[in-house]
């Protein structure tokens, strides 16, 4: 099986074949509080009796040693801690029984009131506090909470769900925002799921923040509008992009992207502008950059579009990601590789492979992300068993000699009306 450029037939076979010892993790799907929910929940359901245990513990050495040397006010620490984590109503359980030690030791000591008072309203004052901190940490994280729900639904309809099966191919998406409880940033990711044609667009904003989350959608949108509109190619769905970009994009703002269209027939079309080339992982074990024959400025800055075509085979896979994956580093410095990590992009399960290779990134930086990364990973596929038009154009696509331009005459011609 052989890969080859539409400009520039040099065969697969003849590129080097790369390999590396790698191991897995996982991400728009990407919920980044997953199972680690359910351990917290039981952490904190164990925490309220261990620090009932701890306060009456510390009351019974107070009881059997000299109050100097364990205070009254140390019974309140208890309830401060849990005012961190618990709820109110558990803190004031906990503050009242610290209260209620704190008596029992000030009556059992006669001979020192004055010094046993003084501590404990010490302990008063703290268990008031830690019941107050308890309230207002509460009535913080309902309105944070609301304000993520809101979050959710708005990044939800600016960054929609990608199907992981399109005409000609299967995909799995990954989107990982920098930004703390944030699920969309800077990066764009869109697919149109043609019958046909399924096209993509996958790009970086410049910047950070909401000014780069408007861009983005600015884009998005727009890429979905043009794509709506019969008859327009590629390249000039890539133009209304870019004109919607220029007239929303301040002075120095500007969008990195790559837009792709694959037809049934197994070519693959891209445009680029400014944005790093895909990752053709071939299914003869070849592996290349689909650099396009001339590099356009990124959206925005009036870039020419110069469209190119690669060949691409049943089994191939293509990488397309964001900057953030390629300039993601370890803490030496250096930079992630994902062609290092082709054990993993190869798993038979493609979205285990899209996972692995967030896990790979996510063990590279240290669980640490610098920058939004956006992955889309793609699988060309044969024509389903009960696709009769698709049969027809694989029996046309075989019969072929060696490619020379777009097969669309050649198909329409043994497809039946």
Known sequence: MRSTDQGNDRPAADRPRRGAELTT?????????????????????????????????VAAAQYT??????????????????????????????????????????????GRPGVLLS?????????????????????????????????????SALL????????????????????????????????VPDAVRPRWLIGDTRGKGLSAVRLASVAMTSFRDACAQPGLDLPEVA??????????????DFVTAVFA?????????LVTCGHPPPLLLAADGGVRALSPRA????????????????????????????DGLLEARDRVGRYFRPDDCLDTLRDPDLQAAADGLLDRLVTHTGRKLDDDVALLLLEVAPPRADDAQ???RVLALESRPAPGSRPLALVAAVTPQ
């Open 25 to 57: 993790l996982g991400g728009i799907p990407l919920e980044p509080a997953g199972p680690a929910e359910p351990r917290t929940h039981r952490a904190r359901k164990w925490l309220a009796p261990a620090l009932l245990l701890a306060i009456t513990a």
């Open 65 to 110: 040693t000299d109050p100097a040397i364990i205070p009254v006010a140390w019974l309140a620490v208890g309830p401060v801690l849990a005012s961190l984590v618990l709820s109110p109503r558990v803190t004031a359980v906990l503050a009242g029984w610290a209260l209620l030690l704190a008596g029992v030791l000030v009556a059992a000591e006669p």
């Open 119 to 155: 501590h404990l309203s010490v302990c008063l004052l703290l268990a008031v506090f830690a019941v107050v901190n308890s309230v207002l940490r509460t009535v913080a994280q309902r309105r944070l909470s609301q304000v993520r729900a809101v979050a959710r639904v708005a990044q």
């Open 160 to 191: 929609r769900e990608v199907p992981q099966e399109v005409a000609s191919a299967r995909l799995a998406a990954r989107y990982v925002s920098a930004a703390a409880e944030a699920r969309v940033g800077g990066d764009l990711l869109e697919v």
């Open 239 to 252: 133009r209304v992009v870019d004109r919607s970009v220029t007239r929303a994009a301040s002075d120095e």
């Open 261 to 269: 269209e694959l037809d049934s027939e197994g070519w693959l079309q």
């Open 295 to 322: 590099y356009a400025t990124p959206l925005g800055l009036h870039p020419e579009m110069q469209p190119s075509t690669f060949r691409v085979h049943t089994g191939d896979r293509l990488l397309f990601c964001t």
């Open 390 to 392: 698709g049969q027809l």
